[in-house]
């Protein structure tokens, strides 16, 4: 760990809200502790916000817009968006250990998504000035018919605990380059990079209540947001439970929402893939983040003819995965998140031996007893009628299975609720297009891990969301998009009661 995550680590004291260009505690006092996934020990405390506090963030948030952000300059406002962004690479040696001090996640993964959530700031900075364009409709001499978009208002977007500071900054580009402003809600188990976004954010100096942060509970906190009849814009990543709870509590107030919900990926590998390739990409879509990531490939149907020899490999892989301290450079897969969290991982792997799939799983070093560790797992003779092949476990565990043609394992893919992701592996490229595109899924990747081009749309199909963020896609939701008539001429009108 560099000196600088050093220093911010050691300096880390109770979180406040950023409110109004300022933090300040919750207008109750309280607040609630933050614990480490490593040792379940306190890390610092947080304050708890209120419907108060998301009131009071959501009357500054929309005085700005109405003000000082909602008339200022486009180029004056995309100038503050390239600012955060240089601002986030001044500081990801501080960033990075914080995200993993505080979520678990390995370090050498956490450099990389804080490089990325630098990027999503200039990428939505260039697609608002190249992309955020009108239509012209001419009807011969008679009219001019155009198109403009324009930004809604408040956006309230709340964001996960997994890879947060990424998932927070692919929220709050799009939203603040086109205009709107913002009241965050964080997820409560992982405040640490929200805060120190608010800190970055805050030297940019941005008009007061432009940007606003409140920490708290999803059932206070969360449900004053979404209730709250001045934010009309509803951004939720999180689980599928979750969004459709939130979408009927904010269903009488006509919310606008952009939902990312859970998964349960299907990886297709067929007998002609390039084995190799297939088993690094089917391995790290699965177990990096610590498996708990929406697109992990957590369901593997691999053609028989190569199975023995294919999940022999990856039982290799398993043993070799190095477990450990998340802020050890070495450290491939830490603990999940919060002990609650573990435990219902762990509930479903008893479920799994119930159901009568056989746990493979690799080695957790003794003296990390004290955190939140599920080794790496295979859950092998699994079939599709098992809970742990249908439902979002979210950790470090896959469910291993086999198919004979390509009718089959279409069905499979396609027999459950979810259709986030999917991955197909084959040289025919033939059958890659034909499968891809008879798999239900919002994003397949074939003959690839997931790589993301911020260009395309991203989210699912099924239960696993609605709406897509990514690209100019994200005007859809973050922007109003109104058509002007003008008339060039006198055309007719018909004249009743003259």
Same mark, same amino acid.
């Given at each position: 760990?560099?000196?600088?995550?050093?220093?911010?680590?050691?300096?880390?004291?109770?979180?406040?809200?950023?409110?109004?260009?300022?933090?300040? #505690?919750?207008?109750?006092?309280?607040?609630?502790?933050?614990?480490?996934?490593?040792?379940?020990?306190?890390?610092?405390?947080?304050?708890?916000?209120?419907?108060?506090?998301?009131?009071?963030?959501?009357?500054?948030?929309?005085?700005?817009?109405?003000?000082?952000?909602?008339?200022?300059?486009?180029?004056?406002?995309?100038?503050?968006?390239?600012?955060?962004?240089?601002?986030?690479?001044?500081?990801?040696?501080?960033?990075?250990?914080?995200?993993?001090?505080?979520?678990?996640?390995?370090?050498?993964?956490?450099?990389?998504?804080?490089?990325?959530?630098?990027?999503? %700031?200039?990428?939505?900075?260039?697609? /608002?000035?190249?992309?955020?364009?009108?239509?012209?409709?001419?009807?011969?001499?008679? %009219?001019?018919?155009?198109?403009?978009?324009?930004?809604?208002?408040?956006?309230?977007?709340?964001?996960?605990?997994?890879?947060?500071?990424?998932?927070?900054?692919?929220? &709050?580009?799009?939203?603040?380059?086109?205009?709107?402003?913002?009241?965050?809600?964080?997820?409560?188990?992982?405040?640490?990079?929200?805060?120190?976004?608010?800190?970055?954010?805050?030297?940019?100096?941005?008009?007061?209540?432009?940007?606003?942060?409140?920490?708290?509970?999803?059932?206070?906190?969360?449900?004053?947001? /979404?209730?709250? #009849?001045?934010?009309?814009?509803?951004?939720?990543?999180?689980?599928?439970?979750?969004?459709?709870?939130?979408?009927?509590?904010?269903?009488?107030?006509?919310?606008?929402?952009?939902?990312?919900?859970?998964?349960?990926?299907?990886?297709?590998? %067929?007998?002609?893939?390039? &084995?190799?390739?297939?088993?690094?990409?089917?391995?790290?879509?699965?177990?990096?983040?610590?498996?708990?990531?929406?697109?992990?490939?957590?369901?593997?149907?691999?053609?028989?003819?190569?199975?023995?020899?294919?999940?022999?490999?990856?039982?290799?892989?398993?043993?070799?995965?190095?477990?450990?301290?998340?802020?050890?450079?070495?450290?491939?897969?830490?603990?999940?998140?919060?002990?609650?969290?573990?435990?219902?991982?762990?509930?479903?792997?008893?479920?799994?031996?119930?159901?009568?799939?056989?746990?493979?799983?690799?080695?957790?070093?003794?003296?990390?007893?004290?955190?939140?560790?599920?080794?790496?797992?295979?859950?092998?003779?699994?079939?599709?009628?098992?809970?742990?092949?249908?439902?979002?476990? %979210?950790?470090?565990?896959?469910?291993?299975?086999?198919?004979?043609?390509?009718?089959?394992?279409?069905?499979?893919?396609?027999?459950?609720?979810?259709?986030?992701?999917?991955?197909?592996?084959?040289?025919?490229?033939?059958?890659?297009?034909?499968?891809?595109?008879?798999?239900?899924?919002?994003?397949?990747?074939?003959?690839?891990?997931?790589?993301?081009?911020?260009?395309?749309?991203?989210?699912?199909?099924?239960?696993?969301?609605?709406?897509?963020?990514?690209?100019?896609?994200?005007?859809?939701?973050?922007?109003?998009?109104?058509?002007?008539?003008?008339?060039?001429?006198?055309?007719?009108?018909?004249?009743?009661?003259?």
């Amino acid at each position: 760990m560099s000196e600088a995550g050093k220093k911010t680590i050691e300096a880390i004291t109770t979180i406040q809200q950023y409110i109004n260009g300022g933090f300040v #505690p919750s207008s109750t006092n309280e607040t609630f502790e933050n614990l480490s996934p490593y040792t379940n020990e306190p890390i610092n405390q947080v304050a708890s916000g209120s419907s108060d506090d998301i009131h009071q963030a959501v009357q500054a948030a929309k005085k700005a817009f109405k003000g000082e952000w909602g008339q200022m300059k486009l180029k004056e406002r995309l100038g503050y968006i390239y600012k955060i962004a240089d601002l986030i690479d001044e500081h990801i040696e501080e960033i990075a250990p914080l995200e993993s001090y505080d979520t678990g996640l390995p370090i050498q993964q956490t450099k990389k998504m804080v490089a990325r959530s630098a990027q999503n %700031f200039r990428f939505y900075a260039e697609m /608002v000035s190249t992309r955020l364009v009108g239509d012209v409709y001419p009807v011969d001499d008679e %009219f001019l018919n155009y198109t403009i978009q324009k930004p809604v208002g408040v956006a309230g977007l709340i964001t996960p605990w997994n890879a947060p500071f990424m998932l927070e900054t692919w929220k &709050i580009a799009p939203a603040l380059a086109t205009g709107n402003t913002v009241v965050l809600k964080p997820a409560e188990w992982s405040p640490l990079t929200a805060n120190r976004l608010a800190e970055i954010i805050d030297k940019a100096d941005l008009p007061d209540g432009v940007f606003n942060v409140v920490h708290g509970y999803g059932e206070t906190a969360g449900a004053a947001l /979404v209730s709250h #009849p001045d934010a009309p814009l509803i951004s939720f990543t999180g689980e599928t439970t979750t969004g459709s709870e939130i979408m009927k509590n904010g269903a009488d107030a006509l919310k606008r929402f952009s939902m990312e919900l859970g998964g349960k990926s299907p990886i297709i590998v %067929f007998d002609d893939a390039d &084995i190799d390739r297939a088993l690094d990409a089917c391995t790290w879509g699965i177990f990096s983040f610590n498996g708990e990531r929406c697109t992990a490939n957590s369901r593997l149907y691999v053609q028989e003819s190569i199975a023995e020899e294919f999940v022999k490999r990856l039982q290799e892989r398993v043993d070799n995965i190095k477990v450990g301290d998340p802020m050890d450079d070495k450290t491939e897969v830490g603990p999940l998140i919060h002990r609650n969290h573990c435990e219902n991982v762990r509930g479903y792997l008893e479920i799994a031996k119930e159901e009568g799939a056989d746990i493979y799983s690799g080695n957790i070093p003794s003296d990390l007893s004290r955190g939140n560790y599920i080794a790496p797992t295979l859950l092998l003779n699994a079939n599709n009628e098992m809970r742990c092949v249908q439902e979002e476990i %979210f950790g470090p565990v896959i469910a291993v299975m086999t198919f004979e043609s390509e009718e089959e394992v279409v069905e499979k893919a396609n027999d459950v609720r979810y259709g986030l992701a999917g991955y197909v592996w084959t040289k025919d490229i033939q059958r890659g297009h034909r499968v891809s595109q008879a798999i239900d899924s919002g994003m397949l990747w074939v003959n690839a891990q997931n790589v993301r081009d911020l260009r395309t749309p991203f989210g699912g199909a099924k239960h696993s969301g609605i709406g897509r963020e990514g690209g100019y896609y994200a005007f859809e939701f973050y922007t109003e998009q109104q058509v002007i008539h003008v008339a060039l001429g006198d055309h007719h009108i018909p004249q009743f009661g003259k």
